[in-house]
């Protein structure tokens, strides 16, 4: 047993790192979908299939797993045209939204 049982900020986060989950809840698969959609579509609107082709995962795994959580915390939004980066997705990533997206998303998880 880690940490004598008890459960601190600092354990809590080295656990989460373990299984590489960052401040907001996002792992691998979250943050290769969110990168894809914005390093190379330009933030959307593109298709699931389209998005799971680009990050190497079956289409259903995109939809049912990683895209329920990802609109949750409002990082990605589904328009008829596709999914859609928010301005909280562009600046997890380190990078400045363009003109015109929006989205402010939740606290972290640490915050």
Known sequence: MRADG???RDVAKAALA??????????RLDRAVLSALTRSFGGGPVG?????????????TVEEVCEPFLVRAG???RTPRGRVATALAWTHLGMT????????GQPGLFD
Request: glycine fraction near 10%; charged fraction near 15%.
């Open 18 to 27: 373990v299984y590489d989950v960052d401040e907001l809840g996002l792992d």
């Open 6 to 8: 008890l459960i601190t």
């Open 48 to 60: 699931v299939s389209t998005l799971a082709v680009a990050v190497g995962e079956e289409a259903t």
């Open 75 to 77: 990082m990605v939004a």
């Open 97 to 104: 939204p363009p003109a015109g997206v929006t989205g402010l």
